[in-house]
């Protein structure tokens, strides 16, 4: 059997850091502590906010119309078609169905190369945030064409595995679920004498939301929310963590939020563990990682019964499931938890107990032993 040699190609590897580009940051960096040899393409750009894991070679892009911070590959360079003829790989693994990744399969598929998949972003769901509805049949079209030429692809939820299926995606979907740091994402950072200094009172009740902010992830959602349960209750406040092209008019929309901007490490951690409920309304996730840190943290989490988040939460148990959208109920939801301090505690502790379930090297290992699988296996056949 050949031993893996794994080539990436991505859309998103360190010219902006989410859940992509960290997620596999991560795998990289594993694959190389296993002595998996690894390379990955991907667009950059000059200034790049990852300094990333692994040998990267870039790839021509231009700005996402509309959302500059984003790239989207055009080519697969000569240059770069011949370092990956060098390194020889025994299995391409496509994290992007867009025309790097086009090329790349066709790269494998004429070199006799296995090829595996990876799901990471919801496509189909962004479509009704730019008025392109009308082309979600058309889209699903695309990527079940895309993916029936791979031999295995990885879904980070059971529930994402779900809706795949229900558009005909079915052959070769596993699960490569997400892990988390529980020692970084713990409740023992806490920190009273930090939420005074961000204007909070012992007596607040601080719901936050952590993400990029854009528009996309149900902000107005969470607006409406925090603005209805403040109606009711003053001491229910709002902090914001995080940055995006939507923060000015969220700041214009919640004069009376906390709003940290980007923050990582120690910062991150005392802000999600100094909160009371993490409120997160988005319902185009694939896994819901920022979710996964909250409950990590010892919050809990009211979230969309959207796929993603509802592979984490269970409602009652470690926060509740509201229907997408629906700001009585998410409001009804935090309000419950806010005022029934033996509520929150439990659902606290099961929201900590559950993510230790997760860890990063239990993930990808499981990831590895797919890898090695699908180079047992016959190559997919070639569609046009």
């Known amino acids: 059997m050949n031993e893996p040699r794994v080539a990436i190609f991505t859309g998103n590897y360190n010219h902006i850091q989410d859940g992509v580009s960290l997620t596999l940051n991560r795998l990289v960096a594993y694959l190389e502590s296993q002595d998996i040899p690894v390379i990955i393409f991907g667009p950059t750009i000059d200034e790049p906010a990852i300094d990333h894991e692994g040998e990267f070679v870039p790839v021509p892009s231009v700005p996402v119309p509309g959302r500059p911070e984003y790239r989207i590959t055009v080519g697969f360079p000569e240059s770069a078609q011949k370092r990956l003829q060098e390194f020889k790989p025994t299995l391409v693994h496509l994290a992007t169905p867009d025309v790097l990744g086009f090329r790349a399969m066709r790269w494998a598929q004429a070199n006799n190369i296995q090829i595996v ?52 995606i079915k052959d070769g979907v596993r699960i490569w679920a997400r892990g988390v740091n529980t020692d970084e994402f713990n409740p023992r950072h806490r920190d009273m004498a930090w939420r005074r200094s961000a204007g909070f009172d012992d007596s607040d009740v601080i719901v936050t939301f952590v993400s990029r902010l854009v528009w996309e992830k149900n902000l107005q959602t969470f607006v ?153 296996e016959p190559r997919p056949e070639l569609k046009f």
Request: one cysteine or more; glycine letters at 6%; charged letters at 20%.
């Open 117 to 168: 998949a990876s799901y990471h972003t919801h496509f189909t769901s962004y479509l009704k945030y730019y008025n392109l509805g009308m082309l979600k049949m058309l889209g699903w079209k695309y990527l079940a064409w895309f993916y029936s030429q791979c031999k295995h692809i990885y879904v980070p939820s059971p529930s994402m595995a779900d809706e795949l299926n229900e558009e005909g």
């Open 224 to 376: 409406d929310t925090i603005k209805k349960l403040q109606l009711e209750d003053p001491h229910i406040r709002a902090m914001v963590v995080g940055d995006g092209p939507a923060k000015k008019e969220l700041e214009h929309m919640l004069p009376g939020a906390h709003f940290t901007g980007f923050i990582t490490g120690t910062d991150l951690s005392r802000a999600y563990a100094s909160s009371d409920v993490f409120l997160f309304p988005s319902e185009t996730e694939t896994f819901g990682n920022v979710t996964l840190e909250a409950m990590s943290s010892g919050l809990p989490c009211v979230v969309a019964d959207a796929t993603g988040s509802r592979s984490l939460v269970e409602s009652g148990v470690n926060g509740f499931l509201a229907p997408p959208r629906d700001t009585h109920e998410f409001a009804k939801c935090i309000s419950k938890i806010a005022h029934d301090s033996q509520l929150q505690e439990r659902m606290s502790k099961a929201a900590r107990q559950k993510a230790l379930a997760y860890s990063w090297e239990n993930v990808n290992s499981k990831l590895v032993e797919n890898y090695r699988e699908a180079l047992r």
